[in-house]
């Protein structure tokens, strides 16, 4: 029975008994805190924890799950993989052992035909309830039904809460697959019992005291994996071997560049393409954290293990074809994602590649060096990943290959010592200041800076030497989520006081950095007034932000992610996960989607949730972040959804215009978007057409001087450059338009600069090519004229001259023209610049043999004009500086020819 099959029937088997079919979840789980999805029951985890309620008393799925806890075992055993199909019924509050284990056991026995007798069961030591059933009612043998500890079947999501003892279905392999043990039986380490479904009786609630209650409401939760069962239903002795891995097996085969592949590396790839595939079509991107590094790490060691079968150029992206070709009908979205999977791979394989080979062979030195103790020191571990971008894991997987072992502690302490050096350059003097103070008995500060700008407070402790206070209330905003600190006014009657900037300490309290706080004292009430320009013009570039951020998904794909910002008053910076930069295209398209919701002025609405609530809306949050019970959204109409505590416009129209300035690479997998928005983005397109104008007005002068250059030596007429002139009245309605929030018309009259400007390099490089021919036509027939000065030398004929504003291809016309003239001849032709001066020496091939080379007639004067040249015996090249000193030059060719 194929796998499709399988998948099929074990579907279309629960909803004829009552279960709705559902589609499994991304690999992406919507709870941030939670990595990646490894089981089938995760989507209904909150059900099972009675947070929320079911629309249906019982459900099926197929869902694709990821585990990296066995990924060293992976390719050496025939049943652990990385990525892998859970297909799972489940019961919230309906049916429960029973009907779980009959249900089992004939979609076993009936539908996919296994024998009974190669079927074996593992209950909970203390299940006598699950025992009874599956001896008594299904009339199973005792000999057949194992009773195993918790540590093999009792399944808890936590060490509280839900929680219930499981029943385990063994397919018996034979005696042949075996320990010999006689003790083997199911939960073995043996490859003879195949556990290939877990039924989970969800009927307990564990308390703190470790106390098992009963739940009111029992759930099923049961998960059989594919891979596993596909080996039994084809009757192969290892999942490696079933249709899901046959035909990328061949196809790695065919690439590898050896005659016999390593079965082991080429199963690791088989392995690690699926994943790969299935993670980028989730909207994962290659990182150094979180589910970008299971990615990349991923990536990496296929890399690697292709390079062991002789694979050494880009190969994964071909490879992940197989993987969609076979599972695009189970999961469409793979072939949604198809390009993108593509590029994502061959970008993060070239990337690998570039540092795989050099990383290999320093390892081998390595080893070299350390073949008694057999021990990898932590620094040449960290040295390798730190210098030459060769991964710690690769290190470790190689060393253990190799009979090494690495000190991981070692290496933990250098690069816990790299992230503290890191953390201490990324932190401002300011903030490293507000870490260093004692705020321990200080009680959190009251920000009350969305609703006011200015109030008045009392300050509760003062820190003379940093020049920082604590206030009871603040309207200051302290340093957070990528918005920098307020700055301001504190006012203790007619004193003022500068606050230069604002930063979180801890447990909620806000610190204030003064220019100074002489005459300051605890108990003080002062004035807090922020500096109300900078912080809306902070305001618009953090609402900007939040419109990149859904402009960059609808644009780019929804698999963008943040990956960092900066918000302050010049202007806004955002990173995001990407493979490569993005299109010129991509940039409009940006900012006229921004500026479209700038100019409906949509109303920038503040709600508070739980994070419950604000996941279930399909709000933004980023994966590690820590959030509270209750959080801060702010909502864009139905067009922008965040989790975020900064500070914002009313309205999207208070924004007024948004630009990008420059779009660049931070790192691997990293892109960058610097913009600016408000006043500041009026400003920088005012700037940008005033740029444009000035540089029409200089290229219309080169190209008026180009013309009658032309126009003297016989070229075409000139053309009336006036038309492309730009009025200061022009300049002027682009800041209306700017003001009016006209994006359409600001996008076209930069685009008209532009492309005067463009124009104009056209002319301009289309006439000075015309002038180049034109001289050289020119310098052709002059230099007919030059053969009557050669004169004889030793019997050779000779030319040295000098020439004015000729470049290197008039001087080559010239000595080629002579060349032809003459026959046999030494030339000697210098050409003088503004700023240099040009030669070229040629001697024609039947004076080499007599001893004439312009190699050393070039050495011969080339030092006086302070340059030098280069070229071979007949032909020399190339220039100086010395410009007034080529008379001399020329002296000193002539008396080397004649001393020859």
Same mark, same amino acid.
């Given at each position: ?53 079911? @629309?249906?008393?019982?459900? /099926? ?89 918790? =540590? #093999? ?25 075996? /320990? ?7 939960? /073995? ?20 005291? !470790? ?114 070709? =076979? ?33 290999? *062979? ?120 990528? *918005? ?77 992610? @943040? ?52 996941? *279930? ?60 928005? !408000? ?40 053309? =009336? ?72 030398? #030793? ?10 504003? *000729?470049?290197?291809? #008039?001087?080559?016309?010239?000595? =080629? ?84």
């Amino acid at each position: 029975m194929k796998s499709s099959e399988i998948r099929k029937l074990f579907l279309k088997y629960f909803e004829s008994n009552g279960h709705a079919v559902l589609s499994g979840s991304s690999l992406v789980p919507s709870d941030p805190t939670v990595l990646l999805t490894l089981a089938g029951m995760l989507q209904f985890k909150p059900i099972f924890l009675g947070k929320e309620k079911s @629309q249906y008393k019982r459900v /099926c799925t197929a869902q694709k799950c990821m585990r990296m806890n066995d990924i060293d075992r992976v390719g050496r055993t025939p049943r652990h993989h990385t990525f892998f199909e859970m297909l799972g019924n489940f019961s919230f509050g309906d049916y429960f052992k029973k009907e779980a284990i009959w249900f089992a056991w004939e979609l076993l026995t009936s539908e996919f035909k296994i024998p009974p007798e190669k079927l074996f069961i593992a209950v909970f030591e203390k299940d006598n309830e699950a025992y009874e059933i599956w001896e008594k009612e299904m009339g199973l043998p005792k000999g057949k039904i194992f009773k195993l500890g918790e =540590d #093999n079947n009792f399944w808890a999501a936590g060490p509280t809460g839900p929680c219930g003892p499981c029943s385990e279905i063994y397919y018996d392999f034979g005696a042949r697959h075996g /320990c010999g043990k006689p003790n083997c039986q199911p939960g /073995c380490d043996c490859e003879r019992f195949l556990e290939i479904w877990n039924l989970v009786f969800i009927q307990y609630d564990r308390n703190e005291k !470790g106390e098992l209650l009963p739940l009111k409401q029992k759930g099923i939760d049961t998960g059989m994996g594919i891979e596993r069962i596909a080996s039994v239903l084809q009757e192969v002795d290892s999942n490696f071997e079933t249709d899901l891995f046959v035909p990328l097996i061949q196809r790695i085969n065919a690439l590898a560049k050896v005659s016999l592949p390593a079965p082991l590396s080429v199963r690791i790839i088989a392995d690690h393409i699926r994943a790969i595939a299935h993670l980028i079509s989730d909207a994962v991107f290659p990182e150094n954290m979180g589910r970008g590094y299971v990615l990349r790490r991923l990536i990496r060691r296929a890399v690697r293990h292709g390079l062991l079968i002789g694979i050494k150029e880009p190969f994964l992206g071909r490879l992940s074809q197989e993987v969609i070709d =076979d599972m695009k009908d189970a999961y469409p979205v793979l072939a949604q994602k198809q390009k993108i999977i593509y590029q994502v791979i061959l970008s993060e394989e070239e990337a690998f590649l570039a540092t795989l080979e050099q990383g290999m *062979q320093l390892f081998k030195e390595i080893t070299k060096q350390h073949i008694v103790d057999k021990v990898i020191p932590g620094e040449i571990v960290f040295k390798l990943h730190d210098t030459y971008g060769f991964p710690a894991e690769v290190t470790k997987e190689m060393a253990i290959e190799m009979g090494f072992i690495v000190d991981e502690k070692g290496f933990g302490e250098q690069m816990e010592g790299q992230r503290e050096r890191a953390r201490k350059a990324g932190i401002s003097s300011e903030r490293k200041t507000a870490a260093a103070l004692d705020l321990n008995d200080l009680s959190p500060t009251e920000f009350l800076g969305y609703e006011k700008n200015s109030i008045e407070a009392k300050i509760i402790e003062i820190f003379p030497k940093e020049k920082c206070v604590v206030l009871d209330k603040t309207p200051f905003y302290a340093e957070s989520g990528g *918005q920098i600190g307020d700055t301001g006014i504190m006012a203790v009657g007619e004193r003022q006081v500068r606050v230069i900037d604002t930063m979180p300490g801890n447990k909620g309290v806000i610190v204030h950095k003064l220019e100074t706080t002489e005459g300051l004292q605890k108990d003080h009430k002062v004035r807090c007034t922020i500096d109300i320009s900078k912080r809306r013009a902070t305001e618009a570039h953090h609402t900007a932000t939040h419109l990149l951020h859904k402009a960059l998904r609808e644009v780019v794909g929804d698999q963008i992610k @943040q990956a960092g910002s900066y918000v302050g008053p010049d202007k806004l910076r955002f990173d995001f996960n990407h493979f490569s930069a993005l299109k010129p295209e991509q940039i409009t398209r940006l900012e006229m989607l921004v500026n479209a919701k700038i100019h409906e002025k949509i109303k920038v609405e503040v709600l508070k949730k739980s994070l419950k609530e604000a996941l *279930q809306m399909g709000a933004t949050a980023l994966f590690g972040e820590k959030y509270g019970e209750n959080v801060r959204l702010i909502k864009i109409d139905d067009y922008s959804l965040e989790l975020c505590g900064g500070t914002h416009v009313k309205s999207t129209g208070d924004i007024l215009y948004f630009k990008i300035l420059s779009e660049s690479a931070l790192g691997a997998g990293i892109r960058r978007i610097e913009a600016v928005a !408000g006043q500041t983005a009026k400003v920088s397109i005012m700037y940008q057409a005033k740029s444009l104008r000035d540089k029409v007005g200089s290229l219309i002068k080169t190209y008026h001087l180009l013309q009658l250059e032309n126009e003297k030596l016989g070229g075409s007429k000139t053309l =009336d450059t006036g038309i492309f002139e730009i009025d200061v009245t022009e300049i002027e309605r682009l800041g209306s338009a700017v003001d009016n929030q006209d994006s359409v018309n600001v996008a076209k009259f930069l685009e008209h600069l532009a492309g005067r400007v463009e124009w104009l390099e056209e002319r301009i490089a289309k006439t000075q090519k015309e002038i180049n021919n034109l001289k050289m036509k020119q310098s052709a027939k002059e230099a007919v004229n030059f053969a009557s000065e050669a004169i004889d030398v #030793n019997g050779a004929k000779v030319l040295i001259k000098k020439v004015e504003g *000729q470049g290197i291809n #008039n001087l080559r016309v010239i000595s =080629d023209t002579l060349q032809q003239q003459l026959k046999s001849c030494v030339l000697v032709l210098f050409s003088v610049l503004p700023d240099k001066v040009m030669f070229l020496a040629a001697v024609t091939p039947d004076l080499i043999s007599k001893g004439y080379s312009a190699k050393t007639i070039a050495d011969s004067f080339s030092p006086i004009i302070g340059g030098k040249g280069g070229g071979k015996d007949t032909k020399v090249e190339g220039g100086g500086k010395e410009i007034g000193r080529v008379e001399e030059a020329m002296a000193k060719v002539r008396e080397a020819l004649t001393r020859s």
